[in-house]
């Protein structure tokens, strides 16, 4: 029972290190904490955010200077999220088409 009762611990704990934040409701310090982001891209972010909401990752890339595709997917895997979704880059290895003549 005690093994169960520190496994069960040990996901919640994980899960909490995994959280999603929002780019949309995340104070400055929350955002200094995610790798990547310094006080100066957080500056950036909040200053755009003054102006209205980000609406998708798109509306975010290109209203804060200095963050692309690359730091988009980067932030996306620390888990940052705009508008509780995910970075998604354009295709995929899994949504690629396989030939059928060849063989795996």
């Given at each position: 029972m005690l093994k169960k009762l520190f496994v069960i611990l040990s996901w919640l704990s994980a899960s909490a290190c995994f959280a999603a934040l929002d780019i949309n409701q995340a104070?400055?310090?929350?955002?200094?904490?995610?790798k990547g982001i310094g006080p100066g891209t957080s500056n950036r972010?909040?200053?755009?955010?003054?102006?209205g909401h980000f609406?998708?990752?798109?509306d975010f890339i290109t209203r804060v200077k200095g963050i692309g595709k690359g730091?988009?997917?980067?932030?996306?895997?620390?888990?940052?999220?705009?508008?509780?979704q995910p970075y998604a880059t354009?295709?995929?290895?899994?949504?690629?088409?396989?030939?059928?003549?060849?063989?795996?």
């Open positions: 104070t400055e310090a929350e955002l200094d904490s995610v972010i909040l200053e755009e955010r003054q102006k609406k998708d990752w798109k730091n988009a997917a980067r932030f996306s895997a620390e888990g940052v999220t705009v508008n509780g354009g295709s995929t290895p899994a949504a690629t088409p396989r030939d059928p003549k060849k063989t795996p």
